[in-house]
């Protein structure tokens, strides 16, 4: 009765855990110029490195430099499940985001849908 009882506690602790991770994913998006979330792939993509919980670590993305003469989109700081996963494994210590830059598509005539 007592193994049962055990199996079941696990499973919680298991579900638990699942539902706190899949959760746990957050994002934080700006569009300064408005209108709908961009899902298309970002013209600038890196991880960037925090340490004990984002205590430790600051980053800055030069958004001026990566569109350089385009105007600047969509800014997007995201916490993904690689992110979680690596925070887990190694108790909070390393704390990795992702940072995702959009920038304005240039224009090309109208070819392409552009």
């Known amino acids: 009765m007592t193994a049962v009882v055990n199996q079941k506690r696990y499973r919680h602790y298991w579900l638990a855990l699942l539902l706190c991770c899949v959760t746990a994913c957050s994002s934080v998006t700006v569009r300064p110029y408005g209108g709908e979330k961009d899902t298309t792939e970002p013209d600038y993509k890196a991880s960037k490195s925090y340490y004990l919980g ?10 001026t430099e990566i569109c350089q003469q385009r105007r600047v989109m ?24 992702t940072a995702k830059v959009w920038c304005e598509k240039p224009y090309d005539g109208g070819v392409n849908g552009g």
């Open 54 to 63: 984002w205590l430790v670590g600051e980053h800055h993305v030069n958004v």
């Open 74 to 97: 969509q800014m997007q700081a995201v916490y993904s499940l690689s992110d979680m996963v690596q925070s887990i494994f190694t108790l909070l210590i390393y704390t990795p985001r």
